[in-house]
């Protein structure tokens, strides 16, 4: 069974300062490792999909890196942002029978403090 | 449509009663997934569908929760004699084929709320 765990729970910097949210997962045996963003009361929003086969995404300020030997995956954020104030979420797909649905972390809920 | 779509926005119930959730995918995605979040948790897996056929309901907590999607588009979840531990937000999701290596978009969610 997959487990995902993302530590901190919670972080909170000033404006302009780079950051890492971390993740890791049990089964290395994942397809790929997705970050989504959450908004109070909204849904997720998708950030970067990782595939198996790379080791890293980026997105204009965000990147994400992969290392499935050591089951561990990091968003690094640059320059942050009040605007980048939300709850960062990690998904991996189950690796044994449907590998459609999402094994999620609790989340780190990211202040950025203008 | 633009992105998923799902309503209502927010429901309240009383315990005992039946409630009926909507998903709109994005035209053209195959796969729709069903999800519920608690309260400072990740959302946990419910249902996928390819098509118009359930692929894996291995995350239905019991009998009482039923999914159907008839055309391979919309998606009914359908709970039936709610309970107050139900409560929680009910997340929808779709993806282009299914693929295990799809992203998947979420719609803004519904928040069911048993009294």
């Known amino acids: 069974k997959q487990e995902v765990t993302q530590i901190p729970a919670a972080l909170s910097v000033p404006e302009g300062e780079n950051l890492v949210l971390n993740c890791s997962f049990t089964?290395?045996?994942?397809?790929?490792l997705q970050w989504f963003r959450q908004d109070p009361g909204k849904g997720l929003t998708s950030l970067l999909l990782?595939?198996?086969?790379?080791r890293e995404q980026t997105s204009g300020r965000l990147n994400a890196s992969l290392d499935k030997s050591s089951g561990r995956s990091t968003l690094y954020i640059a320059a942050s942002q009040p605007g980048d104030s939300a709850t960062y979420l990690c998904?991996?797909?189950?690796?044994?029978?449907?590998?459609?649905?999402?094994?999620f972390g609790s989340g780190t809920q990211l202040t950025v403090l203008p | 449509g633009a992105g998923v779509s799902q309503t209502p926005s927010n429901k309240v119930t009383e315990k005992g009663k039946y409630v009926e959730l909507r998903c709109d995918p994005i035209?053209?995605?195959?796969?729709l997934y069903w999800y519920r979040q608690s309260l400072g948790q990740g959302p946990e897996f419910l249902i996928y569908?390819?098509?118009?056929?359930?692929?894996?309901d291995s995350g239905l907590p019991n009998d009482r929760f039923f999914a159907v999607r008839p055309e391979g588009s919309v998606s009914t979840l359908k709970i039936q004699r709610t309970e107050r531990g139900d409560s929680a937000v009910y997340l929808c999701?779709?993806?282009?084929?299914?693929?295990?290596?799809?992203?998947?978009?979420f719609g803004p969610g519904t928040r069911l709320t048993v009294l």
């Open positions: 999701a779709s993806s282009y084929d299914g693929r295990s290596t799809d992203t998947q978009y």
């Open positions: 089964d290395s045996a994942i397809y790929n």
């Open positions: 990782i595939q198996s086969s790379q």
């Open positions: 998904a991996a797909p189950i690796s044994s029978g449907s590998a459609r649905q999402l094994t």
């Open positions: 035209s053209g995605h195959t796969a």
């Open positions: 569908f390819q098509g118009t056929g359930a692929a894996d």
